[in-house]
Nanobody, 128 residues
Framework: EEQLVESGGGLVQAGGSLNLSCTAS??????????MGWFRQTSGKEREGVSC????????HYSESVKGRFTISRDNVNFILHLQMTSLRPEDTANYYC???????????????????WGKGTQVTVSS
């Protein structure tokens, strides 16, 4: 059974940093056959695509709200997706989800509907 497990969330002061990880297991295909993404959601708000990365890692996309502050990366050997978050702001507070979907090209999308597999999320809280 395919499983994505996020870790690394927590409470941090504004301006601080956190590193999120997502470990994949149970996938039939190799990890590098999948596009990966990070999404976030706050209660009462729509899910937001934060960042995505192509199967090779060569192509990445970021939402305008996190561009320049967050960095996505992947370890295709150990089946791990990372999200390095710096200069955190209170508005970054959300539950962060890892997602995966079979790759069909060299790029990726921040459209959550394009992703097939989802983790349960890790909470990030940024205090002012």
């Amino acid at each position: 059974e395919e499983q994505l497990v996020e870790s690394g969330g927590g409470l941090v002061q504004a301006g601080g940093s956190l590193n999120l990880s997502c470990t994949a297991s149970g996938f039939v295909a190799d990890f590098d056959d999948y596009v990966m993404g990070w999404f976030r959601q706050t209660s009462g708000k729509e899910r937001e695509g934060v960042s995505c990365i192509s199967w090779s890692g060569a192509s990445t996309h970021y939402s305008e709200s996190v561009k320049g502050r967050f960095t996505i990366s992947r370890d295709n050997v150990n089946f791990i997706l990372h999200l390095q978050m710096t200069s955190l702001r209170p508005e970054d507070t959300a539950n962060y989800y890892c997602a995966a979907t079979p790759s069909n090209g060299a790029s990726c999308s921040l459209d959550g509907d394009a992703f097939e597999y989802w983790g349960k999320g890790t909470q990030v809280t940024v205090s002012s």
